[in-house]
């Protein structure tokens, strides 16, 4: 209700034009969450970034995102007090088919602890190499490190999770072959993360294959050495589209079986055309299932990369962070993100997320939102914005298995804020 009467009383405020068609604003977007940006393909992305002040070649590019929070809320999670993160993004590309991509992560997520608080920086180099020397319908591409956010199939065991390994993907014409081993495993587990996909128009139809090799010290008769076996996790088999509908619409579907266990999903999305100045945002609904069984080896084991409001964009339903509860479980959601333009200087956000969880007959509805009100001042800089927020979603803090409670990706805890964007 408060935040209705704010954006009434903005409205009468802001009435008028927003911007011309050709504004920057019709390419920026101040949703409440941090704005992500890949670690690949850094001179396509600032391509559509004209704010950007640093300087960019044919073979070079740079760019950095500042994000400075001031948060009240729960201290016993990771954010509190004064915090900053600052990615720092390098390319180059040194001939047509070779992308070279360093992110240097600076952040501190209680910097008001001054000199007795430790700082990170934490670097994420990766490489690509795309060649050209292939027959015009046949295409290659690599990719080693740093692999950034990947979405396995259409998300039933893991949607954009951040991977560190290797990719990989071939195709002709239509028709693709893609693999992914992710050395950290995926979820928090001794073992390096395999995948596999063939498809068809980039997913359009296509059947994954997903596995995880243990390493599990054992004991054997070798002059009592210890040494490490490796064990094969369960296979999980899926069928899996993700077709664009037209009209703003597009929709995931996937099915698997796992430890003689089946899953699925279905979803539909709906994006705000981007012929729109005033409005940004999508609106998704989605159902997912896991049967008894499902679960087993990963159930509980959730990675947490790097503790960062980075993340915090995800979905709250998806299946790593479901399955830190356990398995034969059913789910409904709703998440509905949504920023208004009342001028080009005063946007008004919000996050939705509504999902209904029951675990074998234990039930369960929860609410995540962030609202925002923001000023940017600058109107050749869309997205240099400071903003005020009420929230109740917040990243959990980074834990490995091993305690009373599974680790989960968000946690529930009333804050208010202040923050700041800044890009350069």
């Keep these: 209700m408060v935040l209705l009467g704010v954006v009434t009383l903005l409205s009468a405020i802001g009435a008028g034009a927003l911007a011309e068609p050709n504004s920057p604003l019709l390419r920026a977007s101040t949703l409440p969450y941090f704005t992500h940006t890949r670690n690949e393909g850094l001179a396509e992305q600032l391509a559509n ?45 040194p001939t047509d088919d070779l992308a070279l991509n360093m992110k240097l992560s600076a952040y501190n997520g209680a910097s008001s602890y001054g000199y007795g608080r430790t700082d990170f920086f934490q670097p994420f180099f990766g490489v690509t190499w795309a060649p050209k020397f292939l027959p015009e319908a046949w295409f290659l591409n690599f990719r080693y490190f740093d692999l950034d956010r990947q979405t396995l199939g259409a998300g039933l065991l893991l949607e954009d999770k951040e991977m560190n390994g ?31 996909q063939l498809d068809w128009r980039q997913g359009l139809v296509g059947a994954s294959l997903t596995f995880i090799n243990y390493q599990t010290p054992l004991l054997v008769n070798d002059f009592g050495n210890t040494q490490k076996v490796n064990e094969y ?34 979803g539909l999305k709906w994006k705000v055309p981007t012929t729109q100045s005033k409005f940004r945002g999508f609106w998704h609904v989605q159902a997912r299932h896991y049967g008894e069984g499902f679960a087993d080896q990963i159930e509980g084991y959730v990675q947490q990369d790097y503790v960062t409001p980075e993340i915090e964009d995800k979905a709250y339903v998806e299946g790593r962070n479901l399955l830190a509860r356990g398995d034969d479980v059913m789910v409904y959601a709703t998440r509905l993100e949504l920023e208004w333009r009342l001028r080009p200087w005063l946007p008004i956000a919000s996050s939705n997320e509504v999902y209904y969880t029951d675990y074998a007959g234990l039930s369960g509805v929860g609410y995540l939102h962030k609202q925002s009100v923001g000023i940017c001042p600058y109107p050749d800089r869309p997205k240099d914005c400071v903003q005020m927020f009420v929230a109740n979603k917040m990243v959990n803090a980074r834990a490995p298995r091993g305690g009373e409670q599974p680790t989960y990706s968000f946690v529930r805890a009333p804050t208010f804020g202040v923050n700041a964007h800044i890009y350069f």
């Design 49 to 93: 970034q004209p704010w950007r002040v640093l300087p960019k070649t044919e073979r070079y590019a740079f760019a950095v995102d500042t994000y400075l929070f001031k948060p009240w809320g729960h201290e016993e999670y990771y954010y509190h007090g004064n915090g900053y993160w600052v990615n720092g993004w390098i390319e180059a590309k």
């Design 233 to 266: 996790g369960h296979l999980t088999w899926t069928l899996f589209s993700r077709a664009e509908l037209g009209a703003g619409f597009s929709s995931d579907l996937e099915v698997g079986l796992r430890n003689q266990a089946w899953g699925g999903l279905v």
């Design 166 to 196: 290797l990719a990989f993907a071939l195709g002709r014409a239509d028709w693709r072959f893609k693999g992914i081993i992710d050395g950290t495993g995926g979820f928090y587990s001794f073992g390096d993360l395999y995948h596999s």
